[in-house]
T-cell receptor, first 112, second 113 residues
Framework: DTAVSQTPKYLVTQMGNDKSIKCEQN?????MYWYKQDSKKFLKIMFS???????INETVPNRFSPKSPDKAHLNLHINSLELGDSAVYFC???????????FGSGTRLTVV | AQSVTQLGSHVSVSEGALVLLRCNYS??????LFWYVQYPNQGLQLLLK??????LVKGINGFEAEFKKSETSFHLTKPSAHMSDAAEYFC???????????FGQGTTLQVKP
């Protein structure tokens, strides 16, 4: 009965590989987000989708491509992984900006 | 543009002592303000939120925060710290109609026995 679930929880991969992180929410929220938390624990938004439509696209390398097949899913695909991509990636969802976000438990990506 | 500043990246208190985590915000429109807690290797959990109703907001686990417009502050307090409160705390402001949540740098709370 997890509200926002991400898979995998841990991902270790070599430079240059392509990987995907999946996110699903069962809260019926219209909006989903991807955040990146760096090694200093700073959180920065990457993307936001509202009902499958991209509404926020921060300054993120083109190697990152979100995909939302339906409003309950928002996946993140990363091409040609670099060392600097190592971070914890959080998926979140919300129904209304007043209510705040519900976060997933994160995916720790390590690029070696 | 909205922004959040958390004063003190690391706060250490003794068990049973008052917890005070500071947050100041900048916003050109009335803000929605949030405090989140992150336990080790976990996601972020909402502690409390200010949405222009009561200025004193009560949250989970005995935490509360007071919105002070004149000081542009939203400090988080708890009267008596427990060991289980040790975690990373984030203050956040909503960026108006984009729904984008902007986070402060985080404050690590250490609770000593």
């Amino acid at each position: 009965d997890t509200a926002v679930s991400q898979t995998p929880k841990y991902l270790v991969t070599q430079m240059g590989n392509d990987k995907s992180i999946k996110c699903e929410q069962n809260l019926g929220h219209d909006t989903m987000y991807w955040y990146k938390q760096d090694s200093k624990k700073f959180l920065k938004i990457m993307f936001s989708y509202n009902n499958k439509e991209l509404i926020i696209n921060e300054t993120v390398p083109n190697r990152f491509s979100p995909k939302s097949p339906d409003k309950a899913h928002l996946n993140l695909h990363i091409n040609s992984l670099e060392l600097g991509d190592s971070a914890v990636y959080f998926c979140a969802s919300s129904q209304d900006e007043v209510l705040g976000y519900t976060f997933g438990s994160g995916t720790r990506l390590t690029v070696v | 543009a909205q922004s959040v500043t958390q004063l003190g990246s690391h706060v250490s208190v003794s068990e049973g002592a008052l917890v005070l985590l500071r947050c100041n915000y900048s916003s050109s429109v009335p803000p929605y303000l949030f405090w989140y807690v992150q336990y080790p290797n976990q996601g972020l959990q909402l502690l409390l939120k200010y949405t222009s109703a009561a200025t004193l907001v009560k949250g989970i686990n005995g935490f509360e925060a007071e919105f002070k417009k004149s000081e542009t502050s939203f400090h988080l307090t708890k009267p008596s710290a427990h060991m289980s409160d040790a975690a990373e705390y984030f203050c956040a402001v909503n960026s108006g109609n984009t729904g984008k949540l902007i986070f402060g740098q985080g404050t690590t709370l250490q609770v000593k026995p």
